[in-house]
């Protein structure tokens, strides 16, 4: 396309206003978008109207691109857009490169969004609404992003517009952003010191993984407790979904109740392996830690803890006959595999010569063998194990395999 007309549009259009543009400097405006930055004729076209709308304060102008806005639940990725949204989060950037990364939302949708540092966009706050013009949509991991460069324009919207952030189940999370109302079921230990808090969250529909990141400001989750999460993160790995809520607002309910679904799958198999920190531990009880401690009562982070808290879990090989796989029980699942509860594992390990490696002898032997079914999600290698049964077999089909092996043999 030849520049040169679309300048002399540009410049005519003012110039029915009573505004007098240089041409010249409408066409390197335009070459700057469409060379350097790659942005597509027509959507460059209409930028430079939008900004010499505001410069020249024409109106009409302005109003002239209105059209050409896009709802966010409509962004489809490799497009030049604008938008019109409210920044209802905002997260530690993880990269010098990056000024600021976090959640804008409409009435439609909401989306993650980056402001790279080259952009030299001004600084979005929280809570306030802006129009972003020429932004880049992309994909990651299955989940749309809206890049800020130094080719968009970002202006703030002084008026307030109300949103109502549309609530999912558990069992319709995708990959981008969304909100729920949750309950807190497990913490797992944290496998980064970057990690404040990971564990389980659910509702009747089912369960998901979720972490939260340290920054400031950040609290952790309390177990067993109801939250309302707007705008979270879902992560997308290996096929599983996650949370990530540092971007979102979460407000906890502390009088509501929740029952939450096993969801996931159902895994079954012999229990070919215990492994070694199975059975009665000891966590770190700093809020928000919850590691496990050495036999010296040593936290990796927090050093000594001489006021430790005790709990029980199991990490096992589970065996289907074709594919082993790794499990993970927390206390609850770990009682009910091993018929032993927490208070009768400490006082066991209190009175045995064995101290906690009798726990684990007793744990060993309760599962060593057993066929269950575990129900639960598979995440990165392991099972986190949410229900757990022993696997009962049809006498019938039992009586019948024994035949047929003895009649071979």
Known sequence: MDLSIVAERISQKILAKGKNVDQNEIEAKLRLLVDEFGVQPAEAERTVISELGREYQVQGLAGAVESDRHEIAELVPDEWVTIEGKVVGLSAPNSPSIAQTGII???????????????????????????????VVDSFRNARNLKVHSGTTVTPIETDRPLLPSVVNVAELRPGVASVRVKMVQEWEARSDRILQTGLVGDPTGTVKFTIWKEEGKEPLVLDTVYDVYYATVDEYNGRLSLVLNSGTVIADEEAELEVGAGGQTFVGAIVHVGQGSGLVKRCPVEGCNRVLSRQNYCPIHEMQPDFKYDLRIKAVLDDGVRPKNILMQRETTEEAAGLTLDEAVEVAENSPLGMDEVFLRVQSAVMGRYLDCRGREMDTTVLVTGVERHLYDPGVLAALIDRAGGEA
């Open 105 to 135: 939302a409409d009435a439609s949708g909401a989306i993650r969004f980056v402001v790279w540092a080259k952009a030299g966009a001004p600084r979005l706050e929280q809570g306030c609404w802006y129009r972003i013009e020429s932004a």
